[in-house]
């Protein structure tokens, strides 16, 4: 079982939609979340880190789940532009970033 | 600011050539790391650095050694490439805690044919 998850859809929505997507890790010693986006070969960049409390950003929400072990992204109002590959980062013991293999998004006019 | 600096962004290797993909960072990052990407694909860690001198193996170390020999730099070496080692490599550095941010160099395409 790989130690980060993610389904690699795509996920195609319109414009205007809600999507949401999840992540599973195996650690459960995992300290640190984070979603970065990923367009078409580009380096990765931060979308947001995961705190335990949640947080919001825009029409972007990130949640984590500790006793299910997945954290989640919740993307509402759909825009073209979010058209992209979404990747979910653990960090365990040690400053080791663990990438799950990402979930594409593909938003229609 | 530059961030974090590969190089180089293209190559085409024969197979059984060897080469160094470089990447320097300018902000005092301990922790450096080197990924690959296959079309279609996550990252998966090849080798990471905590700190200046010491390197630990990832996922996929073969065929890759690794060099940090200043905190700024972290070179990643293929001794003899091989077709399945065609794919875009990625640097990246982190600085200290928990919820700290890593921040990636623009990549380099390698082919080996």
């Known amino acids: 079982r790989k130690e980060v998850e993610q389904d690699p859809g795509p996920f195609n929505v319109p414009e205007g939609a809600t999507v949401a997507f999840n992540c599973t890790y195996s650690n459960s010693a995992s300290q640190s979340f984070f979603w970065y986006r990923q367009d078409c070969r580009k380096e990765p960049k931060l979308l947001m880190s995961v705190y335990s409390s949640g947080n919001e950003d825009g029409r972007f929400t990130a949640q984590l789940n500790r006793a299910s072990q997945y954290i989640s992204l919740l993307i509402r109002d759909s825009k073209l532009s979010d058209s992209a590959t979404y990747l979910c980062v653990v960090i365990n013991a040690g400053n080791m970033l663990t990438f799950g293999g990402g979930t594409r998004l593909m938003v229609k006019p | 600011n530059a961030g974090v600096t590969q190089t180089p962004k293209f190559q085409v290797l024969k197979t059984g050539q060897s080469m160094t993909l470089q990447c320097a960072q300018d902000?005092?990052?301990?922790?450096m790391y080197w990924y690959r990407q296959d079309p279609g694909m996550g990252l998966r860690l090849i080798y990471y650095?905590?700190?200046?001198?010491?390197?630990d193996k990832g996922e996929v170390p073969n065929g890759y050694n690794v060099s940090r020999l200043n905190k700024r730099e972290f070179s990643l070496r293929l001794e003899s490439a091989a077709p399945s080692q065609t794919s875009v490599y990625f640097c990246?550095?982190?600085?200290?805690?928990?919820?700290?941010?890593?921040?990636f160099g623009q990549g380099t395409r390698l082919t080996v044919v």
């Open positions: 902000m005092n990052h301990n922790s």
């Open positions: 990246a550095s982190s600085g200290e805690g928990w919820m700290t941010e890593a921040f």
């Open positions: 650095s905590a700190s200046e001198g010491t390197t």
